[in-house]
């Protein structure tokens, strides 16, 4: 069938993209309540597979083997590098698990054949979502895809058309919205507290960490990403179209890449971009270097199986090659008449995002910085190796969105916890998970800040009454024959 005339014949507007896309979209990642009980009346572990083994894979592979494996079991490994097959493989028996067959990525279908899988898991590259996400649906399986679902409109079109003919799931892996933090804004703004919404802001930062990374990787090419506006904002959006429980009627945008350029190298003293860290005969000098034979499993995950298909996790961020933007600004109209203007930016010196809104009775702040550094303690899986743990940096002494008695109260709690600079800061390393330690240690600072709002009862001075007055006596005589009895016995005869 051609797809051109399929996208024709059933064109999506705007809207019914955001709508198909939400109802699609967000759901239980692995087992919901419903899917809990469905396995438990078939007595029957639902089959999953997963194409696409790299770094995302992983947190699947171990729900399934691990955390719900009374109810799921994975039957099967799907990629381009045989590399990292061998090493899921690898993960499954440290799971305690069987190892699942593998199958490179032309034998898709023969997969799917072979091991009758109930569910796909996608988690490859973007920009390929759309190819597995079908032909998954055709062969009768449902989908579960990372966000985002696919990076354009013919490509999500495609999908819609599918999942139309074949009556098949696609969920997409959206999470943002059950974060404690985020479930209280939404509750504050259907309680009416400020009013009825006019506008917002949402501006979120990168940091010269996180935001770098996705220069280094695929994602810093759009045919494969569709840019930092899909793969990373798509959260953002997500979370904003349930906020105001609405859709988009018109987008504004602007995007460029200043940072994450050629010329930017010699600002930073270096001669000349190269193609990737490894190699680099600059590395000691560039603050962006990225090591990966020092990480165990960036070394293993990627640098040890280059030599099958040649992809490189430490390209250099200044590139010239690379097309996607380091700085977006959008302004969007909803269809409750609500406008947002939204920015991102990836090259920032901390981490966090600042979120707006503004109501007819008040307004809404919504605020945090981020941080992700080594856990500290005994060595384990991650422990020591990756960035997992989380700090969490809330500026008390400056924040708008704190009224004055709230931010004396809160700094009184907080202690030594609270800098010089009035910088509260909070850290979460109980988890191997970095997301876990993110959630706990937001959970942790909306707790205090809970906590800190809450106005304390104003003591009021008052008489004593007579009956008050006679059981303070009468205490006090209690008190007095017990301590009379505690005196030394004499042994002296008479």
């Known amino acids: 069938m051609n797809q051109k005339k399929t996208f024709r014949e059933e064109k999506i507007s705007r809207r019914d993209f955001v709508k198909t896309s939400a109802a699609a979209g967000v759901g239980s990642i692995l087992v919901s309540n419903s899917f809990a009980g469905m396995i438990i009346n078939e007595q ?6 997963i194409v696409g083994v790299g770094g995302r894979s992983r947190m699947y592979q171990d729900a399934i083997q691990k955390n719900y494996n009374q109810y799921c079991e994975l039957v099967g490994f799907c990629d381009v590098n045989l590399g990292r097959l061998q090493l899921a493989q690898e993960r499954s028996k440290t799971n305690n698990s069987i190892a699942p067959p593998i199958y490179d990525a032309k034998d898709f279908d023969q997969m799917i054949q072979d091991t009758k899988p109930n569910i796909v898991i996608v988690t490859t590259v973007d920009g390929f979502h759309h190819k597995y996400i079908v032909r998954a649906m055709e062969l009768g399986c449902d989908v579960i895809t990372e966000k985002p679902m ?8 495609l999908i819609i058309n599918t999942q139309k003919k074949t009556g098949k799931k696609c969920t997409v892996t959206f999470n943002y919205r059950y974060s404690p933090p985020r479930s209280q804004v939404k509750d504050i703004l259907m309680s009416g507290e400020i009013g009825d919404l006019l506008s917002m802001d949402f501006h979120w930062m990168l940091n010269t960490f996180h935001g770098a990374d996705y220069f280094r990787r695929w994602h810093s090419q759009k045919k494969f990403s569709g840019g930092l506006m899909v793969h990373k904002a798509t959260h953002h959006f997500d979370l904003v179209n349930w906020w105001l429980s609405a859709i988009p009627v018109s987008v504004f945008a602007n995007g460029k890449r200043d940072f994450y350029t050629p010329k930017m190298v010699k600002r930073f003293g270096l001669e000349s971009h190269h193609e990737r860290c490894h190699t680099c005969p600059e590395k000691d000098k560039c603050g962006f270097e990225l090591d990966l034979a020092k990480d165990k499993n960036l070394k293993a995950l990627y640098l040890d199986n280059e030599k099958y298909d040649g992809y490189f996790r430490d390209r250099c961020v200044f590139r010239p090659d690379i097309d996607i933007e380091d700085t977006m600004n959008v302004v969007v109209k909803y269809d409750n008449d609500v406008t947002m203007s939204y920015s991102l930016n990836a090259f920032n010196a901390w981490e966090g995002y600042h979120i707006v809104f503004n109501g007819t009775k008040g307004r809404v702040e919504h605020e945090i910085q981020e941080k992700f550094i080594r856990a500290s303690g005994p060595g384990g899986q991650n422990i020591n190796k990756v960035a997992t743990a989380v700090q969490i940096r809330f500026n008390v002494e ?17 202690g030594k916890r609270i800098t010089d600079d009035g910088l509260l800061i909070i850290h979460a390393q109980q988890f191997r998970s970095q997301n876990q330690n993110r959630q706990a240690a937001i959970g942790r600072l909306v707790h205090l800040i809970r906590k800190a709002a809450e106005t304390p009862r104003t003591r009021r001075k008052t008489a004593p009454t007579r009956a008050s007055k006679r059981r303070r006596l009468k205490a006090k005589r209690y008190r007095s024959r017990i301590k009379h009895f505690r005196q030394p016995v004499s042994h002296t005869e008479e």
């Open 398 to 414: 400056n924040s708008p969105s704190l009224p004055d008695d709230v931010r004396k109260r809160l700094i009184r709690m907080a």
């Open 150 to 157: 696919t990076i354009d409109a013919e490509k999500c079109q």
């Open 44 to 49: 029957k572990k639902k089959r999953y597979v």
